[in-house]
């Protein structure tokens, strides 16, 4: 499942999903956060294993590649398996929209070819110690109470079952929430019995051939607090036996506490397994056309709320290794809840490299730490920029100001990131690095430029204006971007930028 922001309460167009899958990025080797890797001339240190302080046994605790746009490389799906397993996840559920054999194409057989590739990534879930869950989503084009679509999901069942695949999600999130014609009269227009009748169907003759299925159910009205028809039918016609994810009380839920947790069961009559969409970042593509990092710590989510759900799941970014930070804080939460803190993961989790590298990244991943779940930046440059305007009034040395280091470190950070960060992790960042290093060096030229009005010359006024116009279209705009933006125009209203 992946869980798309709506446009508000509407379903995104297809289309716009469809854009994703034209966006690439660099080559895939197996480096990233986690891996025993040269930093500065020293390797950095393996974690340790941490699975046995996941708190509840029955916990599944995990990553799902969930998301729109291109996915994952069978390379960067292992890096990940490994990842887990030192962080003590161990549930991986395999579910890109993108797969054509799991959703556009999910009533066809694998191919032999790409069936070998699947069962090579549930051999490298094995060998971490992760249960591999692979989800089917038939919802676009199914004919509910076709025997011959039955017959079809069953088959691909099978065959998934055949290379070792012994639990599945059966995911209808973000479909029309209203049946066809030609199938409501026989579900009296509910499209949760039709759901349910189909995924009883399934569970019931898959134990009935033998097989010791474990079932997740991942409903079209996956998010919310508010009972409703549709979680009423679940109630009443799911086995109650296979849980339901939710993703909280929103798709983007900014907290989620045990009390909300309660009642959706109740409301539900099922085990919840929650899908936190943080840190997934590709609505940031397709809604808001200016693609982010989530690059901070897992916020918002209440201590008690874990001992309450079947399973908890992190949905990650398309970035896989950029991804592993803000995945090491949200292991942190699961490990002790009740003693989380979330600067301090983030913190323990950039310890992970050393000297210059380190500081680069902290910085880096500060500045691209804005989210729905905080939009204070880790990094303190909001307070930087406030300081700066008292010391221009007050006629201060700008280039002494906190605002004007903070620009030397992030360019000098850039540079140590492309110099000493594995080549995939740094291509997966490197559009991020490159505005970073840019608006560094473009506020240098302002400040000094303010600092010395009268010795500025037109042709430098002219050049560097132009620059902030460059980076505010950028695609690939910082999270602390908007915040700078509005300085960098306050900043040109004054000489010698007012000149004329």
Known sequence: MTKRKKSFLGLIPLALVGALAVWQYGPSQSHGLSDRVQTQGRPMQSRRLASPQIPESRLMAGVVEGFYGPQWSDAETKHVLRFMRREGFNTFVYAPKNAPYLRARWDQLYPPSVLKRVADLVHAAQSNQIQFICSISPGLSIQYGSVRAQDQLMAKINQLWSVGIHSFMLSFDDIPG????????????????????????????????????????????YWGVKDNVYWETLKAHLNAQIPVIWTGPWVLSKTITRREVLSVKRQIGHPLIIWDNYPVNDYTYVIEHHPQLFMGPLRGRGPNVVSAVRGYLFNPMLQPYASELALATGASYLRNPAMYRPQSAWLQALGEWHGPTEQALKSFAGANSVSYLDATPTDSIQSHMTSFWQSYAHHKNLMDTALYKQFVRWDKAATVL???????????????????????????????????????????????????????????????????????????????????
Request: proline fraction near 9%; aromatic fraction near 8%; avoid cysteine.
């Open 178 to 221: 209203q049946l066809p014609p030609s199938q409501a009269a026989e579900y009296h227009n509910n499209l949760a019995l039709a759901q349910s009748t189909l995924v009883d169907k399934i569970y019931r003759e898959q134990r009935h051939e033998g097989h010791s299925i474990e079932m997740l159910f991942t409903p079209t009205a």
């Open 418 to 500: 492309h110099r000493s960060l594995p080549p995939t992790f740094y291509e997966e960042i490197k559009p991020w690095v490159s505005t970073y290093q840019h608006e560094a060096q473009l506020g240098m030229r302002v400040i000094q430029a303010l600092d010395h009005p009268n010795s500025v010359r037109a042709s430098t006024v002219r050049a560097l204006m132009p620059q902030q116009e460059a980076i505010n279209n950028s695609a690939s705009q910082l999270g602390v971007h908007a915040m700078l933006e509005g300085w960098f125009a306050k900043a040109f209203q004054l000489p010698p930028f007012s000149r004329p």
